[in-house]
Structures are given as structure tokens and as C-alpha cells.
């Protein structure tokens, strides 16, 4: 009963939360060029090609939140009500490896069960140049993880975003 979704947007401040929930559902989440629009997840529900599931836009997540920067510890809370992590990585941050393994390190420190949870790496804004080449060096660098790489806003990579999550979910029961 504590779950809310099948799967947990997690990523920064600006990565591209929102954006894609609005893509993905019916959901019209407040969406804002400026940190933290997002202060309570957002559910949306996503039609597959199987089967529906549950997505929570859960607000970004900042270096220190597991020790209680910000409103980290209420925001790493919800992570913990989700089935499957769907990281979203801003490939046109400073340095994309070092945001990946910041918020690995904050959902560890707040429980090392929720390092255990499904998950998938995507890089956002691929609209944007650069993107490719740090996309190729995000997923050779975490070569042990599924990377895709998406533009919520012209739509490249969406099918074979909800291809994957549907495929990690399964056509039966939502996780738990």
C-alpha cells in the first residue's frame, strides 16, 4: 500500500522531470526554466504498448539531500515508495558522471535498499548539441547500466524509452 508508482523520475533540479511526465501521461505538471518548480511529486499515468503504468515526478534531488539539505529527506522518501529508478541526467550539466554518481550516493546514504531497486539511466536535452558525445561517454563510463538518451521536447528517444520501461516492468503486475 505504500507504493505510489511503478517508476521514479530522480534526477537534479532542471533535469527534465517534469517535461517528460507531461510527455509521457496526461499529467500537466508545473514546468519552469528556473530550480525547484517541481515541490511535491506529480503522478502521471502512461499508456504502453502492453499495459499502463505509474510514473511520480519526484522533486530534484541536491548534493546533501540524504543528510537533510533542502527538502532532500522528504524527496528521497518518496524514491523509496517507487518500483523502478529512472534517472534523468541532464547531459548538458558541468559534468553528467559526477551528477549520476552524486545521486547514487545521496539514495544510498538515505537507504542502501533503494541502490537495490530496477533502474535506468537516461540522458536528457539530446535536442541540444553536444548531447551525443556525452551521452557515448555517460553510458561507456556506467557500462553496467542500461543508458538511453531522449529529448522530451521534439520527442526523440520517447518510444524507446516506453518500449524499455515497459519491458522492466513487465506485462503483469506493477512492482512492489
Known amino acids: 500500500l505504500a507504493l505510489i508508482a511503478d517508476v521514479g523520475l530522480v534526477g537534479k533540479p532542471n533535469a527534465g522531470k517534469s517535461t517528460l511526465l507531461s510527455v509521457l501521461t496526461n499529467s500537466r505538471p508545473r514546468i519552469g526554466a528556473y530550480p525547484f518548480t517541481t515541490k511535491i511529486p506529480n503522478i502521471g499515468v502512461c499508456s504502453g504498448y502492453e499495459r ?28 523509496s515508495r517507487t518500483g523502478l529508478v529512472l534517472f534523468l541526467i541532464d547531459l548538458h550539466d558541468e559534468d553528467p558522471l559526477r551528477t549520476y554518481r552524486m545521486l547514487e ?3 544510498h546514504e538515505y537507504s542502501p535498499d533503494l541502490t537495490s ?17 556525452r551521452l557515448t561517454a555517460l553510458a561507456a563510463a556506467v557500462a553496467q547500466q542500461t543508458c538511453l538518451g531522449i529529448s522530451a521536447v ?15 516492468l513487465g506485462a503483469g503486475e506493477p512492482l512492489s
Do not use: N
Request: hydrophobic content about 40%; cysteine-free; proline content about 5%.
Open 52 to 79: 499502463e503504468f505509474v510514473l511520480a515526478d519526484i522533486p530534484g534531488i541536491i548534493e546533501g539531500a540524504s543528510h537533510g539539505a533542502g527538502l532532500g529527506l522528504q524527496f528521497l522518501k518518496h524514491i
Open 105 to 107: 550516493k545521496e539514495l
Open 117 to 133: 531497486k530496477p533502474r535506468l539511466l537516461v540522458g536528457t536535452k539530446m535536442d541540444l548539441a553536444g548531447s551525443g558525445e
Open 154 to 168: 521534439t520527442g526523440y528517444g520517447i518510444p524507446g524509452l516506453k518500449a524499455e520501461l515497459e519491458s522492466m
